[in-house]
């Protein structure tokens, strides 16, 4: 979906934080309100919204169904916001790394599917996360994930779609990774939440892996503890956002931040977007004030 805004580098927001959860679920498919999403979006100033596609919301998400992407597009029209990247928090409801025999072909068939139903919808990156209960731990891990990656990239390329890697690996095996992985369609997807709950600096990770990151969630999380509000947390989010300008990064902003009350998600939505505008564009002059 390349309808639009066009701006130098994109703000968007990830799918379900514009209306209250549902219940019990801090992030997931709004399965009934996803419509209503892209009205607040544009009301909130963002560019685009990062679709999710997970197992509590596959059998009523309308990227399964050509009919359903073109409700999509129609709602791109109508609200001028972009669908150009999904999250596929499937795979943390069945993960990759724990995956053999049938199970890792069953999982590989619906990663292929995912690829095919982006390439319908126009959708230019895909978001798999290892993180949590998905998360690369043992060398039997990565060398399953290494192997099916190996396989999906061609077809990726084919359909024009980029796979891009979350994880919480530490820069160094981040980077000794991504490798043995040079292929051009294979980015990282840098989450500054979770580097910075995991004790990792973002200068680091940027000096490890920069050159391939693609696109990059904004949250603030505290060490070794759970999502709190933008610049309350242990996240240097001055660090990364002057890393990433003089690193030349020109990728998409998306919003990932912690949730307020419910009914305040529109205005919370246009407070943080002010924050990761100002800050983008103080990252941008600094260089030149040098």
């Not at 209250?20 to 963002?46: I, K, N, V």
């Not at 990663?111 to 998360?135: H, K, N, T």
């Amino acid at each position: 979906m390349s309808e639009g805004c066009e701006t130098v580098q994109r703000v968007g927001i990830m799918q379900g934080r514009l209306v209250p959860p549902e219940p019990g679920r801090f992030q997931s498919f709004p399965r009934t309100r996803w419509r209503d999403e892209f009205p607040f979006a544009a009301a909130a100033g963002l560019d685009a919204i990062e679709w999710i596609y997970d197992q509590f919301g596959a059998d009523v998400n309308p990227i399964a169904s050509d009919a359903g992407i073109a409700q999509m597009h129609a709602l791109v029209r109508q609200s001028g916001v972009a669908v150009v990247s999904l999250c596929a928090d499937f795979f943390m409801d069945r993960p990759i790394v724990h995956a053999t025999g049938d199970t890792l072909a069953d999982l590989r068939a619906r990663l292929y599917w995912l690829i095919e139903r982006c390439r319908r919808a126009g959708i230019g990156r895909m978001v798999i996360p290892f993180v949590d209960a998905s998360r690369i731990e043992t060398a039997e891990h990565e060398s399953t994930v290494l192997v099916l990656l190996r396989d999906v990239l061609p077809v990726a390329e084919r359909s024009g779609v980029e796979i891009h890697l979350e994880t919480a690996l530490g820069p160094q095996d981040f980077a000794r990774f991504l490798v043995r992985l040079p292929h051009p369609m294979l980015k990282v997807n840098y989450d500054a939440g979770n580097s910075a709950a995991l004790g990792y600096r973002a200068a680091e990770e940027l000096a490890a892996y920069g050159e391939r990151i693609g696109s990059v969630h904004i949250k603030d999380r505290v060490l070794g503890a759970g999502t709190v509000p933008l610049g309350s947390g242990s996240a240097d989010l001055p660090e990364l956002f002057a890393g990433l300008a003089q690193a030349g990064y020109r990728g998409d902003y998306v919003l990932q931040a912690a949730r307020g009350a419910a009914g305040d998600e529109l205005a919370l939505a246009k407070r943080n977007v002010g924050f990761v505008r100002e800050s983008v564009e103080r990252a941008a002059a600094a260089p030149a004030l040098r």
